[in-house]
């Protein structure tokens, strides 16, 4: 197994085009030597909810108070969090291929989901009726319910078939390319794409022996 490097004051990136997908993305070189890995902790996946504006500061608070008192029960939701992003990888990654995910694969994502349906409510705001949460309280498994929700929707959605792993051969980091052409190749043009140019050019500027 490839050893996994943690990375202090990691800023998430919501880039993929869909929440389920940047979920994917907290993992960064997937297949590099040393992956990283950027939930270490409960309180990451707390962060990463807040960050993309899944949760507010106030139910963010709420969560980490909740971790604090029950620690045990934290690490075991974190433990599920890194199980359902691995599993949903590889049924993105096979749903991009056209081929069938594996049965365990899809089976923990449907467990999850489940737990996640089971919550759902429909309510009633200033805009009209819309799908909320049930009020019986929050609980540490929170952050897992937006993930399976949006791949959910993703995967019976024809948006699907626009699902890419960035061209770098280190990062395989995935996503929409809602690109008129379907030409889409990075991740971030900004860092993969810049990295890819830079190596052509240098390869390209080498004197030649």
Known sequence: MSELLTVADYEFKFIAGSPCLDFLNTLGGRFAAAPNEHLTQYADLVEWLETGGLASSE???GLRRLADRDKTE???VLSRAIALREALYRV???AAANTA???SDLLLLNEELVGALVRRRLVLSEAGFEMGWSDEGADLAEPLRPVVLSAAELLTSGAVRRVKSCASDTCAWVFVDESRNKSRQ???MEVCGNRAKARRHYAKSRPAR
């Open 59 to 61: 139910a963010g608070a």
């Open 74 to 76: 934290a690490h075991t």
């Open 92 to 94: 993105f990654t096979a």
């Open 101 to 103: 995910p594996q049965a």
């Open 186 to 188: 990075w991740c971030q």
